[in-house]
């Protein structure tokens, strides 16, 4: 399959935990991993491999896989978290790169 | 601190190839832990992998766009570029350069690049 499914748009009240979802078949044999992208401003990578983040990222965010479903989970969301997150990993074949159609997260 | 600027023209007349190159400062585009990537991003839409090239010149485009596309690295400039032919509007974005490794990604900041006669 060459496709990850993201759901469009999630919220979370300041200082709760949210979980924002990517599936596709892909998933059950390559990790995926998270960008994070606020308006006007280039992605970041904030997970990436198994449950990895990179220098500078906070601790709240982490990464987890089920299946065919992975999940970044925000712990305790604060109001700069608010963005728009693309899960991305290979296609089935591990040749190509394929992204999710991205999550808008609002911090209420 | 690794850095990567894009580079290239701003607007493209449609049917042209669209150029852009990626410059690297505080990293090195031989080194074999890392694929140097294009990524692009329409006006108000989702990311679209282009394609990836290893320093060898071993390449990986998307097979949607693999007919367009060439990218070619310059290991004497610490560079890799995008060619992207006959161009239409639906080209117009934001295109990004981006190291990628099992180690995670670095974006460079993008350069938005409009199709348009």
């Known amino acids: 399959s060459s496709e990850l499914t993201q759901d469009p748009a999630v919220s979370v009240a300041l200082g709760q935990t949210v979980r924002i979802t990517c599936q596709g078949d892909?998933?059950?044999?390559?990790?995926a991993s998270w960008h994070q992208q606020k308006p006007g401003q280039a992605p970041i990578n904030v997970i990436y491999g198994k449950n990895n983040r990179p220098s500078g990222i906070p601790d709240r965010f982490s990464g987890s896989t089920s299946g065919n479903t992975a999940s970044l989970t925000i712990t305790g969301a604060q109001a700069e978290d608010e963005a728009d997150y693309y899960c991305?990993?290979?296609?089935?074949?591990?040749?190509?790169?394929?992204f999710g159609g991205g999550t808008k997260l609002t911090v209420l | 601190q690794l850095q990567l600027q894009e580079s290239g023209p701003g607007l493209v007349k449609p049917s042209e190839t669209l150029s852009l190159t990626c410059i690297v400062s505080?990293?090195?585009?031989?080194?074999?832990?890392?694929?140097w990537g294009w990524i692009r991003q329409p006006p108000g839409k989702g990311l679209e992998w282009i394609g990836s090239?290893?320093?060898?010149?071993?390449?990986y485009y998307n097979p949607s766009l693999k007919s367009r596309v060439t990218l070619s690295v310059d290991t004497s400039k610490n560079q890799f570029s995008l060619k992207l032919s006959s161009v239409t509007a639906a080209d117009t974005a934001v295109y990004y350069c981006v190291r990628q490794s099992t180690q995670g990604d670095y974006w460079g900041q993008g350069t938005l690049v409009i199709v348009s006669s």
């Open positions: 090239i290893y320093y060898s010149g071993i390449t």
């Open positions: 892909s998933l059950r044999s390559y990790y």
């Open positions: 991305n990993s290979r296609d089935s074949s591990g040749k190509y790169v394929i």
């Open positions: 505080g990293g090195s585009v031989s080194s074999s832990d890392y694929y």
